[in-house]
């Protein structure tokens, strides 16, 4: 995703330009066309190329992927982004409460190794294989809760939350943020703290979806 960004930038294409054929930009990109798809796919939903079928791959205003101005967001028509985050909050913050409690050292081992990728695949640039790491990250830690209820929820609408937590990445500047939230959940997950593990995971969403340009209401605002 993010050398697609960079070819924009540097071929200087202008909104409504055409990118070359998706075969051309794989070659070029040394990718397959799957990652390729994949890609394009996500800077669709971000508002920075718009793929339209059978004709090509057309940039897009670069304002749209600002988030102060807004964002598209492919599930509007089922839930808003700004409930799909306020979901996760208190969905995702009670089930690391949970795990806290019962994360075995092997466990951990598997999360703390899922944090430094993180950090590597995040200093390269790539936000798409960051994206899935992130998301997971949070799957691994809903399914070590121990309620399948929730997992489940998850698991059903995985299109849904791997989106949202895709959405963040639109400030590159800032997505080493998401790294550091990792780290102070895992820090406490490895103490096996359930009240500071539950806080720092639903901070860490919370500003996610800030840096998403979206606040959302809980029972302490």
Same mark, same amino acid.
């Given at each position: 995703?993010?050398?697609?960004?960079?070819?924009?930038?540097?071929?200087?294409?202008?909104?409504?330009?055409?990118?070359?054929?998706?075969?051309?930009?794989?070659?070029?990109?040394?990718?397959?066309?799957?990652?390729?798809?994949?890609?394009?796919?996500?800077?669709?939903?971000?508002?920075?190329?718009?793929?339209?079928?059978?004709?090509?791959?057309?940039?897009?205003?670069?304002?749209?992927?600002?988030?102060?101005?807004?964002?598209?967001?492919?599930?509007?028509?089922?839930?808003?982004?700004? !409930?799909?985050?306020?979901?996760?909050?208190?969905?995702?913050?009670?089930?690391?409460?949970?795990? %806290?409690?019962?994360?075995?050292?092997?466990?951990?081992?598997?999360?703390?190794?899922?944090?430094?990728?993180?950090?590597?695949?995040?200093?390269?640039? !790539?936000?798409?294989? %960051?994206?899935?790491? !992130?998301?997971?990250?949070?799957?691994?830690?809903?399914?070590?809760?121990?309620?399948? @209820?929730?997992?489940?929820?998850? %698991?059903?609408?995985? @299109?849904?939350?791997?989106?949202?937590?895709?959405?963040?990445?639109?400030?590159?500047?800032?997505?080493?943020?998401?790294?550091?939230?990792?780290?102070?959940?895992?820090?406490?997950?490895?103490?096996?703290?359930?009240?500071?593990?539950?806080?720092?995971?639903?901070?860490?969403?919370?500003?996610?979806?800030?840096?998403?340009?979206?606040?959302?209401?809980?029972?302490? !605002?």
């Amino acid at each position: 995703m993010q050398a697609i960004r960079r070819l924009i930038d540097e071929q200087g294409y202008r909104p409504g330009d055409a990118l070359p054929s998706q075969r051309d930009l794989a070659e070029r990109l040394g990718v397959s066309r799957a990652s390729l798809r994949e890609a394009l796919s996500s800077l669709s939903a971000l508002g920075l190329v718009s793929v339209q079928a059978g004709k090509g791959v057309f940039v897009q205003a670069p304002s749209r992927m600002d988030a102060a101005e807004g964002f598209a967001w492919p599930f509007a028509a089922q839930v808003s982004a700004a !409930d799909t985050f306020q979901l996760r909050f208190a969905l995702e913050g009670f089930a690391c409460g949970l795990a %806290a409690g019962v994360l075995t050292a092997e466990e951990l081992d598997v999360l703390e190794d899922n944090v430094e990728r993180m950090r590597g695949e995040l200093r390269a640039g !790539d936000f798409e294989q %960051a994206a899935r790491l !992130d998301f997971e990250f949070h799957q691994r830690i809903l399914a070590a809760s121990g309620n399948q @209820a929730m997992f489940g929820l998850v %698991a059903s609408s995985a @299109a849904i939350f791997l989106e949202s937590q895709k959405l963040p990445f639109i400030r590159p500047e800032r997505a080493l943020e998401t790294w550091q939230e990792h780290r102070k959940i895992l820090r406490a997950l490895a103490r096996h703290a359930a009240g500071p593990a539950q806080k720092a995971m639903q901070q860490h969403i919370r500003a996610a979806a800030l840096r998403t340009g979206i606040a959302f209401a809980t029972l302490g !605002d």
